[in-house]
């Protein structure tokens, strides 16, 4: 009787950080993307173009940037490499992205998604990483200063692995003023925060290289409002 007791204890805390990835009532699909089509570029604006380019992989293409933007210099410390979603901005918002890390293997070796970007001084992002520290592996702010850890919870660290493509979720709520990170279905980073409100999205790196592909956005309220900021792919 204890020992099972015991085993289902340990099997519900076992799973309680894998979530149903199911989307919320009163949301509708606002973007869709698998880069398989040359003009998937302009829909985007990065801080330097010359990094990103469409690679062609097994089954199509995917968006793939090279490396750090040397050519651009953040105002205040956070990502240099950012391609923007900047078609569009959402507010409470559910994000599915496929993600593979390009780069070497180290501590801070990771990816990044911004959400509820208005400008270079003002956003959100989820650093996903090799190994949890107080600047990495974190959800940040950046609000006119440095970037801010804003995390509640967080794990230890992500398996990036290589040549692995991973299923990346972001759950944001406005109303609740939650944000949920999900790696390959389970929880990895978690924030309360109601700093901004609609912003657009977008992916990259603070360091290193990776590839893209499979985008899909669910939102309650869409703004189909561009943005100049950044530069166009040529």
């Not at 009787?1 to 894998?18: D, G, H, Q, Y």
């Not at 990835?21 to 003009?39: A, H, T």
């Not at 974190?138 to 040549?163: C, D, E, H, K, Y």
Request: glycine share 8%.
């Amino acid at each position: 009787m204890n020992r099972i007791c015991t085993t289902a204890l340990c099997l519900f805390f076992a799973t309680s950080s894998l979530v149903a990835q199911e989307i919320p009532k009163g949301y509708k699909e606002v973007y869709k993307q698998d880069f398989n089509s040359e003009k998937a570029l302009k829909d985007f604006r990065f801080t330097q173009p010359v990094k990103w380019l469409l690679s062609k992989e097994d089954k199509g293409m995917a968006l793939e940037f090279t490396g750090i933007s040397d050519g651009y210099t953040p105002p205040f410390r956070s990502p240099h490499t950012i391609g923007l979603l900047s078609t569009l901005q959402v507010g409470s918002f559910v994000l599915e992205v496929d993600m593979l890390q390009t780069g070497r293997e180290y501590g801070h070796r990771d990816m990044c998604i911004i959400f509820g970007f208005n400008d270079p001084s003002h956003f959100y992002y989820t650093h996903i990483a090799t190994a949890m520290d107080p600047n990495a592996h974190q959800i940040m702010l950046v609000n006119n200063a440095p970037r801010t850890n804003i995390s509640t919870f967080t794990t230890q660290g992500v398996a990036w692995g290589q040549n692995v493509w991973h299923k990346v979720r972001v759950e944001r709520s406005i109303e609740e003023g939650t944000i949920k990170v999900f790696f390959d279905g389970t929880l990895v980073e978690e924030a309360k925060d109601t700093t901004f409100g609609k912003g657009y999205v977008g992916f990259g790196s603070f360091d290193d290289s990776g590839k893209i592909d499979n985008i899909r956005i669910w939102a309650k309220e869409v703004d189909k409002k561009g943005t100049t900021v950044f530069e166009e792919k040529k």
